[in-house]
């Protein structure tokens, strides 16, 4: 069955205008990037705190912006998700040194008074994924007299503090390495404690938290990063392979066109880029590539079939001859994403709005950037030919 029928629409003479609208809508996009410092990363990549609540009315959102911040997080965020009565905290990441130091001292000087016990110095031990390390603190204390290492181990132990690591530093100084004590569950106590305080006549609900370090969230970040170009170099060799060059040149323009528009509408509009909006990107990537290769395979055909026919007038005679395909492709897969975006719940919201996106974006790509940049490197080698001649 044909959704159309025999088409012969010239998609080349329209080539400069598309690039033109796909120029503006790309600078948008990376526009709002400057004006924003870069997209709006989520704890996934960042790291923090993030904390789901409801409660059994809606309450002013101003009064529970007030209330975070009463609590002791001035930087946390608050927004409306899903229903007007559920609301998502975030925080930044909580340093747990200095916790971990004061618990620390608190054992020492009961286990062992007076010997005149300080901190010199705390920091976070960041966790090491390659080394199956989850992170913890660097505590360095002091003391008058230091009792002897296994002693001191055993000492603390009981006294309720766990420890990875013991090691003198010197006559007067050693080195403990704690694991994390779990202040990220404080601090979602502290903010349900005030809530309650504020909201007395309301119920309230935890429905979910999540916790993400910096470091994890880095490493996410450069893994991110890392997949989108070992995809980009592979599509790019097996093009090439299958192809052209030139072919492979027109297919990471494309996908290059469509996941800046992509990011550069969710910057637009605000939305946070998460793992799940990552894999949405990758999707996209896979998607208006297989619809590209589609077109390209039809020209491959036509070159062998139409020989005295201009290159201009191949590459419209095939992208026409899949146009039916092309469509019916991606309107049955927007059917499927319409009702994950408007059915799917909060949860797979912005997933659904990128895929949704994504695969107009790459089907306009497919057909009015990937193709016509053939186009384009024909003309510029047929002009050189001229020139020499």
Do not use: C
Request: glycine fraction near 8%; aromatic fraction near 10%; hydrophobic fraction near 45%.
């Amino acid at each position: 069955m044909k959704f159309f029928g025999e088409t012969h629409i010239n998609f080349s003479a329209f080539r400069n205008k598309a690039f033109i609208l796909s120029a503006v809508v790309i600078v948008a996009g990376l526009v709002s990037l400057a004006i924003n410092g870069g997209p709006n990363l989520s704890i996934d990549f960042e790291g923090g705190t993030l904390v789901q609540v409801r409660f059994d009315e809606p309450v002013p959102i101003g009064d529970l912006r007030d209330t975070v911040e009463q609590a002791g997080y001035a930087d946390g965020e608050i927004q409306e998700f899903g229903a007007a009565n559920e609301y998502l905290i975030t925080i930044e990441k909580i340093s747990e040194g200095g916790l971990a130091s004061e618990k620390l001292l608190d054992v020492l000087n009961a286990t062992w008074p007076g010997s005149g016990w300080a901190v010199v110095s705390s920091r976070d031990m960041e966790p090491d994924l390659s080394e199956n390390f989850e992170g913890g603190n660097l505590v360095i204390v002091s003391a008058d007299s230091i009792p002897p290492i296994e002693t001191l181990r055993s000492g603390v132990k009981k006294g309720g503090v766990g420890i990875i690591e013991l090691t003198r530093e010197s006559e007067s100084t050693v080195a403990f390495s704690l694991p994390y004590m779990g202040i990220e569950a404080k601090a979602v106590g502290k903010l349900l404690d005030a809530m309650r305080e504020r909201f007395p006549d309301r119920e309230i609900d935890v429905r979910r938290t999540e916790t993400v370090g910096p470091k994890i969230g880095e490493e996410l970040k450069n893994r991110t990063w890392a997949a989108i170009v070992i995809s980009l170099f592979g599509i790019l060799v097996y093009i090439s392979w299958r192809f052209e060059f030139k072919f492979a040149i027109g297919a990471i323009v494309a996908l290059v066109h469509d996941v800046l528009i992509t990011v550069g509408i969710f910057s637009i509009m605000g939305k946070e880029i998460s793992l799940v909006i990552v894999a949405a990107l990758l999707t996209i990537v896979g998607y208006s590539l297989n619809d590209t290769i589609v077109v390209y395979d039809r020209i491959r055909e036509n070159f062998s079939l139409r020989r005295r026919e201009s290159y201009e007038k191949m590459i419209d005679i095939s992208i026409n001859q899949s146009l039916g395909r092309t469509v019916i492709t991606s309107l049955t897969t927007l059917i499927v994403i319409f009702f994950l975006f408007f059915y799917g719940g909060e949860v797979i919201h912005d997933f659904a709005f990128a895929l949704m996106v994504g695969i107009i974006v790459g089907t306009y790509s497919s057909i009015f950037v990937a193709s016509p940049v053939l186009v384009e490197w024909q003309n510029r080698i047929a002009g050189r030919s001229k020139k020499k001649a």
